[in-house]
Nanobody, 125 residues
Framework: VQLQASGGGLVQAGGSLRLSCAAS????????TGWFRQAPGKEREFVAG????????RYADSVKGRFTASRDNAKNMVYLQMNSLKPEDTAVYYC???????????????????WGQGTQVTVSS
C-alpha cells in the first residue's frame, strides 16, 4: 500500500485544516487507517485511528473534540478534519495503514506497516 498525504499548511490558532490521504497499490479493504504526528525534537505520537472492523475512530486525548477522522473505502481515501487548532498541534502529520491493528496496538507507531510521506501543519499564535 502506498500512501500520499496532503492538505497541510499554515493556519492561525483557532482555524481549521483538512488532511487527506490517498491509498494506491491496493484497496483499504481489511486495513485499519490512522494518523500520527511528529513535532521537532519530539517522538512521533498517535493522533487518531479507525479499525476496519469497528468504524468508530479512536483519538488521542489531546485532540478529542477538535479532530475528526474518517475514511471513504470506495475512494481509498482517509481524512483528518482538524478544528480549533492550537500552536501545539504544529507537526508533520503522517497517515498510516495496517491489516493487523487491534485496539491495544493502535497507539504504538511501530505497530503500523505502511506510512505516507507526511504533510506539514503549522499553527501560528
Amino acid at each position: 500500500v502506498q500512501l500520499q498525504a496532503s492538505g497541510g499548511g499554515l493556519v492561525q490558532a483557532g482555524g481549521s485544516l483538512r488532511l487527506s490521504c490517498a491509498a494506491s497499490g491496493r484497496t483499504f479493504s481489511g486495513y485499519a487507517t490512522g494518523w500520527f504526528r511528529q513535532a521537532p525534537g519530539k517522538e512521533r505520537e498517535f493522533v487518531a485511528g479507525i479499525r476496519w472492523s469497528a468504524g468508530i475512530p479512536r483519538y488521542a486525548d489531546s485532540v478529542k473534540g477538535r479532530f475528526t477522522a474518517s475514511r471513504d473505502n470506495a475512494k481509498n481515501m482517509v481524512y483528518l478534519q482538524m478544528n480549533s487548532l492550537k500552536p501545539e498541534d504544529t507537526a508533520v502529520y503522517y497517515c498510516t495503514a495496517d491489516a493487523g491493528i487491534i485496539t491495544t496496538t493502535m497507539e504504538i507507531s511501530r505497530s503500523w506497516d505502511y506510512w505516507g510521506q507526511g504533510t506539514q501543519v503549522t499553527v501560528s499564535s
